[in-house]
Structure formats: C-alpha cells, structure tokens
C-alpha cells in the first residue's frame, strides 16, 4: 500500500483523486496536512502513515501515468532504496543550489503544460531501472519509512532546503536514494524565493560543511557476446607519441574486450622516444595482428592518407581510427560492425557511447547548434551529452550529425570516395567535415550506443580558429542540407 500526503489550506478532492486512480492500487490512504511547515508535517506523516510507503507531493503537480503504484511497491520489495524519485541530482554543490546546473540532473518533468514541448528531460528514460542519485525533487518523492535512518529537520521553515536536508542526511547514513522513470509528472507552478528560502538556504550551507557531495554515476552497458553474419575485415589505426602506458592500456583493451576475429591494427609512431618505441615493440610483440610503423608526420589528415594508402590491406572493408587514450569498455568494435551489417548500402560513419575517467559523458555523437548574436546567427559545436551524467542512449542510433575522430569507423570505400580527412584541417574538426560529407553523399551516420569506452585524457576538447573558420565556410555552402541537424533549441 501507498500513503499520500500533501499540505494546502483546503483539502482538494479533485486532486486527491488524480493521485488515487494513478496508482492503480484501489483506495489509498490520503493525508491532508494544512500548516505550511514541510518538515514538521512530514515528521508527523511518518508516524501517522497506516503504510511503511509514503508519497509526499506538493499540491501544484498532477500525475499523468496510470497504474505506476505496483511497479513503485516492487522496486522497494526488491532492492535496498530508501528514498524514489522523479528527478534528482548525483551532485549536491557547496552553494547548495542543486538544480542551477543540468548536467548531473537525472530524471524528466513537465511544466505547466503537458506536452512534448515542456517536457524537461535532464537525462535518457531509463525504464525498469533506478538510477542512484544524492537528492530528489520535492514536487514528488517516495519513502519506505523502514528504511530511513534520519527524519526531517524541523528547523527549515516552509517548503524549501528540508527535501535535500533530508536525502543528504539518510544518503550519509547508508540509505540508498534513486530517480525512477515510470512516473510523469506535470508540475504546474514554479515555487519562489521568498525571504524564508534565503533563510533556510543559510541554514543549509552553515550546517552541511562537507559539501559538496558527489556521486559517482554508473556506465550502462551490456557485455553480452554479438552474433555477426559475416566478419568482413577492420583495420584499426591508431596514431600517438610518447604515450606508451595509454597505447598499452588501449591495446590492451581491445584484445581483451574484444571478441572480433578480423582485425589488423597499424600502431603509427610519430615521433615517440627511443625508449618508448622499444616498449610498444615488446608490448605487441606476441600479437601478429599488430603491426608497429613510424612515421615522421603530426597532420593526421595526410597521415591517415599515408597509412591507408601503403600498409592497410586491399581487402579491408572499414577503417576504425582510434584515439590512444582510448579504452574499451565492452566488445565495441562487433557492436559497430553489426550496426554497419544492418546498414551495409546506406551506412556512413559509426561512433560509439564514450565517458570520462568520471563516468560523466565526454562524446555521444557531434552536434551543431545556433546562438543568435547581434550579427545574426553563430555556429556552435560539441558533443552530445558532454559532461552529463546520464544523458545517453543505451542504443543504436541512425542518421545522427556523426561521432568524433577519438572512436570512429566507416567503410573504407567510402572513406576513400569522399577523399578521406580533408588537409585543410590544420589541428582539429577534419571528422567533423567528414561526418557532414557522408550524409552530403546520401550516407546516415550512426551512433553505436551499445558500444562504450573510456577517453583518458583529461582535456577540453578544442576547436581552432582556423578549423573554426574551415568548417563554418564548408557548412555554409551545404547549409539546406545542414540545417535539419542543427539543434535549433539553442537558437535565442
């Protein structure tokens, strides 16, 4: 059984009725609390409850998803969390301000109006899984009341700062806290500031010292072995110098990882310490598929040429380029290969899902967008994702803008066709170019979700003026065909 409770100056039948009939549970119990003292009536909820599972909803929301209430009661049944929610955060910031940042948000909500347009979506829907998070949204929680370690602090006033008060508290005795997807939820008012909420943010940042609170998200993927059709052959090239414990860790990545039986790898020096050359010779030594080249050349462009043109074999159908600080996470490269089998006459490039030493996204796909400035529109670039803890998809993903250099494969053929990584490209953007003319030549790039790495470096990813410039002239003689790529939600 669920209990309900809520706080209003006058009970609300047409509410209580929403929250009832949503549940699918039958009659629910329903408590009606008027004193506007979150804390204080939650507390007295908690021992007036006739059910061990509380729901505590603020009176501006109503439930848009029927027959939630058992799948709520089972994921208590079944698991350790204490505490479910709607949205929550994996962060808790020293400022205490949880929501001022996107992304380590997780979860979705509407506001005021039920529909796709108001949807705020702070990471991918994730159904029949908790996501562990640090503190959860108030507009609606659930409790399993045998569970928390720490009641509600009396000492906030009204309605704000008690909710993360109450989550931080429990989550630093051992009580798990977690974001739920089986729930939509319109909240149909904003809550202001008033002179309580800066008092009781005071109160906040005075009484938790240890801030700020972080938690570490997890890496959804699957491990499970991939079925191929066919091995057609993937020659892999991986250009670096005097990375030598970055290319063992990423070499050995993939021979451990994966599981694919048709790979030749070109490891191309440019230029590394005697020293280190000798440990990459020995590292690849027991390992024919691997192949060690030196080159004398830092523009990746020509020397992708190069490599392709005199030492990739005649037979090799995709080219996957691969970052040294590269690791992978699960068999990546069968995923990849089985997305492009799907798609084999319409296939472009294909990238992967990847993550930070964090676990924060750094790369799940390109993306373009437009910002209005005072002298029209300006072209922004990135990556899908970037630094969010959830926002991803767990899946394939067809006719994307492209992936980055750091993961990419596309066929050889292809590759060959559209004249490769064009040389104008001094430093940087060459795979952005290149994803942009796969989809000119008709191509769909693909964003292999299931396929998942880490990047260890720990830079910013950076776009030169030059490149900048390049890629922004390309675009704009393509731009009819551009366009439906562009994320306008960050037009102005």
């Given amino acids: 059984m669920i209990t309900f409770v809520y706080v209003a100056e006058q009970q ?31 507390n007295q909820a908690l021992k007036d409850s006739k059910s061990d599972v509380i729901a505590f909803v603020r009176n501006d929301i ?17 698991s350790n969390y204490g505490i479910l929610g709607i949205v929550g955060s994996t962060i808790v910031p020293m ?21 796709p347009k108001t949807e705020n979506k702070f990471s991918e829907v994730f159904r029949s899984q908790i996501i562990p998070v640090l503190t959860v949204d108030d507009a609606f929680f659930l409790v399993d009341r045998r569970k928390i370690k720490v009641s509600f602090d009396e000492t906030y006033e009204k309605d704000s ?44 940042v005075s009484k938790h010292t240890d801030l700020p609170l972080r938690l570490k998200p997890e ?20 250009a670096c110098r005097n990375k030598p414990v970055e290319l063992a860790s990423c070499l050995e990545s993939i021979y451990e990882k994966s599981s694919y039986p048709n790979l030749e790898i070109f490891v191309v020096d440019i230029g590394s310490k005697t020293g280190d050359v000798k440990a990459v010779k020995e590292f690849i030594r027991n390992h024919g598929n691997t192949k060690l080249i030196s080159i004398n050349n830092e523009h990746l462009p020509t020397l992708y040429e190069s490599v392709i043109e005199e030492y990739v074999s005649k037979d090799s159908e995709l080219i996957l380029f691969c970052d040294a600080e590269v690791i992978l996470l699960n068999d990546a490269i069968s995923r990849m290969v089985k997305a492009y089998l799907e ?9 992967v899902r990847m993550h930070m ?14 910002t209005e400035t005072e002298d029209g529109f300006e072209l922004g670039l990135g990556y899908q994702g970037y630094q969010s803890a959830y926002k991803y998809k767990n899946a394939v993903i067809k006719n994307t803008l492209g992936s980055c250099k750091d993961f990419l494969m596309i066929p050889k053929k292809l590759f060959l ?10 430093y940087s953007l060459e795979d952005f170019e290149l994803n942009v003319r796969t989809i000119l030549a008709g191509k769909k790039n693909i964003l292999v979700g299931t396929g998942v790495c880490y990047y260890l470096g720990v830079g910013i990813p950076k776009f030169f003026p030059e490149d900048y410039l390049s890629l922004v002239n390309f675009i704009n003689e393509h731009i009819d065909i551009i366009t439906p790529y562009v994320d306008l939600m960050h037009i102005a």
């Fill in 12 to 42: 609300d039948h047409a509410f209580e009725n929403n929250l009832v009939a949503s549940a699918g549970l039958g009659a629910l119990e329903v408590l009606h609390y008027k004193e506007d003292h979150f804390g204080k009536v939650y």
């Fill in 62 to 78: 109503k439930i848009c998803s029927l027959n939630w209430g058992k799948k709520v009661l089972d994921y208590f049944s079944r």
């Fill in 95 to 115: 400022s205490g301000l949880v929501w001022e940042k996107e992304e380590p948000l997780v979860g979705r909500i509407w506001y005021q109006t039920f529909e």
């Fill in 161 to 204: 700062f008690y909710d993360i008060d109450f989550c931080i508290g429990n989550y630093s005795k051992g009580v798990e806290i977690g974001v739920i997807f089986d729930i939509k939820l319109l909240k149909i008012n904003f809550n202001d500031n008033d002179d309580s909420w800066v008092a009781n943010r005071k109160l906040f």
């Fill in 219 to 238: 890496v959804l993927l699957s491990k499970a072995t991939i079925k191929l059709s066919r091995t057609p052959k993937v020659s892999i090239i991986i």
């Fill in 343 to 351: 798609s084999e006459e319409t296939c472009g490039t294909l990238g």
């Fill in 357 to 370: 030493k964090n676990n924060m996204v750094r790369h799940a796909g390109l993306m373009l967008f437009s």
């Fill in 417 to 426: 066709e559209l004249g490769g990584f064009q040389p104008n490209y001094l």
